[in-house]
């Protein structure tokens, strides 16, 4: 597979203090399954013996202490957050690697080509859980090069997400045929709010209209939702806020910004395109860890039917293990239709290299008109 780089963060390699800080020592040499480790009770032991592990997380503040809270009320290891957007987490890491600073037992974002980035630094090692099996890698991920590294857990979807009191009989009509074109419908003008390409859902949603989709959307359709003067905003996190209060009638956004929303009660609805692109929050094991042992039994609870379902319940997302159930509140509204995910924008030849920041550049001055 040729693989795509297009948002690998800039890191600067400092002389960074090792002081107080834990290694993990020669890595090749700990174990790479739980048969390795002597068994699950022993894993658990050794883990148990450590006391703590340290999380870097993307996922939502609230939604992972909850998880981390169950991981410890199970087995009495405190979990300590470290929590950040993806690309500023992953710059972090990245510095902390380099300069042989070793902090982080855990690591989680949504950026594929960061994965890919680690794994060719070698900063994420192979260790196969006891279920391993339980995914379908050759859907979720592009080739087979983070297989045994990185393990999915749920994903946010790209949805445009509406105010049902905000906007007319004929809007809605428009938005549940199409909701992707209905953006560039003129009585929408000053009524769209949207959010900073940079982000890995919001990226994904531009790159599936315009360039998976060129036939039938590409960038005349992002010409017209220009001439619709959105207002552009670099977080998601407030448009969601300000979409619910009325301020704005719609968003091309996330679906997991609005699922709380919807459960308690908000005139929001949303649609998923045809396909919808895909967030993929996903876990990885550092090659070197303060803890290896509590990472290891972290990484085996994290990928359980246990560990994965109750991520993707507190986080709301969309589940990734073979089996998995959606019964969500937000999957039993009438209006609600099951997604059909789109992970190709890594593959996208279009945005390899320095032709992402080109793109992503040429999205904004459409939306700026």
């Known amino acids: 597979m040729m693989r795509r780089k297009w948002l690998v963060a800039t890191v600067v390699a400092g002389s960074l203090t090792l002081a107080g800080c ?27 013996s450590e006391g703590e592990l340290s999380l870097y997380a993307g996922t939502t503040e609230e939604a992972t202490t909850a998880w981390g809270k169950a991981f410890t009320k199970k087995y009495g290891i405190k979990v300590k957050l470290y929590r950040d957007g993806s690309t500023t987490l992953f710059q972090k890491w990245a510095q902390e690697a380099q300069g042989g600073v070793n902090k982080a037992d855990i690591v989680i974002q949504n950026v594929f080509q960061l994965w890919e980035d680690a794994a060719d630094k070698d900063w994420i090692t192979n260790y196969k859980t006891q279920n391993f099996g339980g995914y379908d890698y050759d859907t979720v991920f592009p080739g087979d090069d983070l297989v045994g590294k990185v393990y999915p857990l749920h994903q946010s979807i790209g949805a445009v997400a509406w105010n049902t009191k905000v906007v007319t009989p004929q ?66 996190i407030p448009i969601a806020a300000q979409l619910v209060k009325g301020e704005y009638a719609v968003t091309f956004g996330t679906d997991t910004l609005y699922n709380d929303y919807v459960d308690e009660g908000a005139p929001i609805q949303y649609k998923y395109p045809d396909p919808a692109a895909s967030a993929l929050w996903s876990i990885a094991l550092p090659t070197k860890t303060p803890h290896p042992y509590a990472a290891r039994l972290f990484m085996e609870w994290a990928t359980s039917a246990e560990g994965h379902d109750l991520m993707a319940k507190l986080g709301t997302g969309t589940g990734t293990r073979t089996g998995w159930k959606d019964d969500r509140k937000v999957a039993k509204e009438p209006w609600y239709a099951p997604p059909k995910p789109w992970y190709g924008m890594s593959e996208l030849p279009q945005l390899e290299g320095k032709k992402f920041g080109e793109f992503v550049t040429k999205v904004n001055e459409t939306l700026k008109g």
């Open 171 to 236: 809007q809605q009509a428009l938005l549940e045929k199409d909701p992707v074109a209905a953006l560039t419908d003129p009585s929408f003008k000053g009524k769209i709010a949207l959010g900073d390409t940079g982000g890995a859902t919001t990226a994904g949603n531009y790159a599936n209209a315009i360039i998976n989709q060129a036939g039938k959307y590409g960038w005349k359709w992002l010409e017209g939702v220009g001439a619709n003067d959105p207002a552009l905003f670099e977080s998601q």
């Open 22 to 48: 834990g290694s993990s020592g020669d890595a090749k040499n700990l174990p790479q399954d739980v048969t390795a480790a002597g068994g699950m009770d022993q894993l658990v032991k050794k883990a148990q």
